[in-house]
Every structure is written in C-alpha cells, then in structure tokens.
C-alpha cells in the first residue's frame, strides 16, 4: 500500500519559517520524482516544487522561487519543503505528491497523493 504522511504545518506570522515533512512507503522511493502542492481556499491547486530522486533536478513555482527549497533523502524515503519568507498569499494545504515524472509534476499531474497539512500565514 502506498502511503504520503505530510507533517510540519501549522500557524505562522508572516516572514517564519516551516518545515514540512512527507515520510513515503510502498513504492520505490528511488526512482520517483516528490512534488509539493498547495491550494489555498477558493483557487485551484497548484504545483509549488518537485525533486527527482533519481538525479536531484529540482522545479519551483516563481511565485516561491528563492523562498522555498524541496529536498529528499532517499535512504529514509522522506521529502521535505523549506518555506521561508512566508506571506499571507502562502496559506493553503499543502501536499506531498509523487510521480515517476519530474516533468509530470511541474505540470500538475501525480500519481500518489498525501492527504494534506495546512500552512497558515497570519499578518
């Protein structure tokens, strides 16, 4: 059985900082790709970084870019999301996804899908 079990988010005060958490089981970690969603109330869900396991090439949304940091350890099958600079615009659910895709993922497509952890940004 494929599980994603994100962890990590919570309430901040705009400029902090999280970490979320993805732990990963049931698959090859190795040879998939690790995606972070978001979607915040009322817009559509939406790709905001994604890592190849394979060779660590890595994808950011401009609207994080240089703000958050994805990154994977394969020997715990565990990815994980840097969010700093936080703003208000930044509060959403936020999902650990995984397809044997990077391109996939910058596109908006996955395969497994974790249930979620809500970033709040308070201002």
């Known amino acids: 059985e494929v599980k994603l079990v994100e962890s990590g988010g919570g309430l901040v005060q705009a400029g902090g900082s999280l970490r979320l958490s993805c732990a990963a089981s049931?698959?090859?970690?190795?040879?998939?790709?690790m995606g972070w969603f978001r979607q915040a109330p009322g817009k559509e869900r939406e790709p905001v970084a994604a890592i190849s396991n394979r060779d660590g090439r890595t994808y950011y949304a401009e609207s994080v870019s240089g703000r958050f940091t994805i990154s994977s350890d394969n020997a715990k099958s565990m990815s994980y999301l840097q969010i700093g600079s936080l703003e208000p615009e930044d509060t959403a659910v936020y999902f650990c996804v995984a397809d044997a895709g990077l391109w996939n993922l910058r596109i908006g497509i996955g395969t497994f899908w974790g249930q979620g952890t809500q970033v709040t940004v308070s201002s």
């Open positions: 049931g698959f090859t970690f190795d040879d998939y790709a």
